[in-house]
Nanobody, 122 residues
Framework: VQLVESGGGSVQAGGSLRLSCSASGHTSSTHCMAWFRQAPEKGREGIAEIDSDGSTSYSDSVKGRFTISKDSAKNTLYLQMNSLKPEDTAMYYC?????????????????WGQGTQVTVSS
């Protein structure tokens, strides 16, 4: 699966952005799609996941503010980000088939996009 993110940019605190991830290749066999992010000098953090049955999950850091969704007809994954905070500043990555089971990540045929930068100013 090939993944291309778009929609990043600079926004003031309290603002909104919507990220998109266009997928191509063998997308029909994907177990899950997710958004990860990496802030400067920090590790990558999984923040939102949508499974093949449509169920979603979020990290505590974004729960209630971010919404993950997908349009299967368009092979596109979205991340609606509202009430953005400066601490949301990071590179955001679309990821296929790296699925969290509640305790650990299960990796299938994992693909990462190239990332899109989100910068939130105070």
């Amino acid at each position: 699966v090939q993944l291309v993110e778009s929609g990043g940019g600079s926004v003031q605190a309290g603002g909104s952005l919507r990220l998109s991830c266009s997928a191509s290749g063998h997308t029909s066999s994907t177990h899950c799609m997710a958004w990860f992010r990496q802030a400067p000098e920090k590790g990558r953090e999984g923040i939102a996941e949508i499974d093949s049955d449509g169920s979603t999950s979020y990290s505590d850091s974004v729960k209630g503010r971010f919404t993950i969704s997908k349009d299967s007809a368009k092979n596109t994954l979205y991340l609606q980000m509202n009430s953005l905070k400066p601490e949301d500043t990071a590179m955001y990555y679309c990821v296929a088939d790296r699925c969290f089971d509640g305790k650990k990540y299960i990796e299938y045929d994992v693909s990462w996009g190239q990332g899109t930068q989100v910068t939130v100013s105070s």
